[in-house]
């Protein structure tokens, strides 16, 4: 069966320090992966995705960037941190165009930037 | 434009007591719509997905239904326990591009 992994759990860092979130899918080959961002008391804001190794949509502009250095995995990085970059973050994968296959989410990540 | 409204945006009900939850989309061409329930500091986990063709749907204690000439989806929990106390996101694939559209969610807590 496929899953997925997510971590950390929870990060809490300083304002212009670096990030780096990993996620990586088992029990599949050439998903598509997804980071999402969920603010407090607000919906998924898709930040980017990917469809194969190297491939790198983003839907949001802004201070961090997405790389896909293996089939399976798909890592959130950022140079310089800023306050508003706080927020639960999600990975999901999903199989071919994930239309008519599963969604699934990763367990999250709580970024606190202080 | 391609949007995903739920309604309410929060609710509370008592313990044992049924509740619906609405999802409203205007979604086009639309292809499958899923229900998930994410719990608090957790990622959101499927509950049900329901496909053009599928009216409705159970899931245990959860049944989604889904209109798709007037776009509506609702999730009904029946029987309601503390434990269905989360968020319920509602979300909407189109057949195409690679994009899911998501709803705001409705925040369900149950009271003993």
């Known amino acids: 069966s496929q899953t997925i992994h997510q971590w950390p759990a929870t990060l809490v860092q300083p304002v212009g320090s670096p990030l780096s979130l990993e996620c990586t899918v088992e029990g599949t080959s050439n998903p598509n992966l997804y980071w999402y961002r969920q603010a407090a008391g607000r919906g998924l804001q898709l930040l980017f995705y990917?469809?194969?190794?190297?491939?790198i949509s983003s839907e949001v502009p802004q201070n961090l960037s997405a790389s896909r250095p293996q089939d399976r995995q798909f890592i959130l990085s950022s140079k310089k941190l800023l306050l508003s970059d706080s927020g639960f973050y999600l990975c999901a994968w999903s199989k071919g165009q994930g239309r008519n296959y599963g969604y699934t989410f990763g367990s999250g990540t709580r970024l606190t930037i202080v | 434009k391609n949007q995903v409204e739920q309604s309410p945006q929060s609710l509370i009900i008592l313990e044992g007591k049924n509740c619906t939850l609405q999802c409203n989309y205007t979604v086009s061409p639309f292809s499958n719509l899923r229900w998930y329930k994410q719990d608090t500091g957790r990622g959101p986990v499927s509950l049900t997905i329901m496909t053009f063709s599928e009216n409705t749907k159970s899931n245990g204690r959860y049944t989604a239904t889904l209109d798709a000439d007037t776009k509506q989806s609702s999730l009904h929990i029946t029987a309601s326990q503390l434990s269905d106390s989360a968020s319920y996101i509602c979300?909407?694939?189109?057949?195409?591009?690679?994009?899911?559209?998501f709803g705001t969610g409705t925040s369900l807590t149950v009271i003993p």
């Open positions: 979300v909407v694939s189109a057949f195409t591009g690679n994009q899911f559209y």
């Open positions: 990917s469809v194969g190794i190297g491939q």
